[in-house]
T-cell receptor, first 110, second 115 residues
Framework: GQSLEQPSEVTAVEGAIVQINCTYQTSGFYGLSWYQQHDGGAPTFLSYNALDGLEETGRFSSFLSRSDSYGYLLLQELQMKDSASYFCAVSSGGYNKLIFGAGTRLAVHP | GAGVSQSPSNKVTEKGKDVELRCDPISGHTALYWYRQSLGQGLEFLIYFQGNSAPDKSGLPSDRFSAERTGGSVSTLTIQRTQQEDSAVYLC?????????????FGSGTRLTVV
């Protein structure tokens, strides 16, 4: 089967940097994705890593280490609007199938 | 359409009744997915369609759940004889068929409450 672990809650202040970690156990791994979901909203796609290393997209970066079955999402210059839940997800058991973690709730304070 | 459309947005039903949830994916997206999200929880995979066929329905919780897709477009998730544990937000997503790398686009979901 598959399992993903990520912290349930993270708190940070505006302007700071926060890292949300994700470890996974799965077979047939294809890649690691990150999604953001505001309360009451739909999940939105942030990033996808298939290869080891860091991918940067504006204030957000995502990292993957396949050998360690580990990845993280890095959010820089935090803004109040970044308060949301962040989910890591693995593509496994089929290229098109995403299995999601339980999510990390990020609270950004002034 | 411009996004993934789901209807109804909210549904309250009595225990034992059948419900149908509809998903209209982005035009041209060949892959369609159904997920379920309970309050404060992660997304639970239910079923995946590629075109009109469902290569992976391993997440359907019981035989009360079924789904179909017609014309490579609209999908319907049917829950028969609803139970209180079926209460959740049912999310539909579509993608261009290039796998997870291009990201899934999710609809706003149907909030199902079984009373």
């Amino acid at each position: 089967g598959q399992s993903l672990e990520q912290p349930s809650e993270v708190t940070a202040v505006e302007g700071a940097i926060v890292q949300i970690n994700c470890t996974y156990q799965t077979s047939g791994f294809y890649g690691l994705s990150w999604y953001q979901q505001h309360d009451g909203g739909a999940p939105t796609f942030l990033s996808y890593n298939a290869l080891d290393g860091l991918e940067e997209t504006g204030r957000f970066s995502s990292f993957l280490s396949r050998s360690d079955s580990y990845g993280y999402l890095l959010l820089q210059e935090l803004q109040m609007k970044d308060s949301a839940s962040y989910f890591c997800a693995v593509s496994s058991g089929g290229y098109n199938k995403l299995i999601f973690g339980a999510g990390t709730r990020l609270a950004v304070h002034p | 359409g411009a996004g993934v459309s789901q209807s109804p947005s909210n549904k309250v039903t009595e225990k034992g009744k059948d419900v149908e949830l509809r998903c209209d994916p982005i035009s041209g997206h060949t892959a369609l997915y159904w997920y379920r999200q309970s309050l404060g929880q992660g997304l639970e995979f239910l079923i995946y369609f590629q075109g009109n066929s469902a290569p992976d329905k391993s997440g359907l919780p019981s035989d009360r759940f079924s789904a179909e897709r017609t014309g490579g477009s609209v999908s319907t998730l049917t829950i028969q004889r609803t139970q209180q544990e079926d209460s959740a937000v049912y999310l539909c997503a579509s993608s261009s068929g290039q796998g997870a790398s291009y990201g899934y686009t999710f609809g706003s979901g149907t909030r199902l409450t079984v009373v």
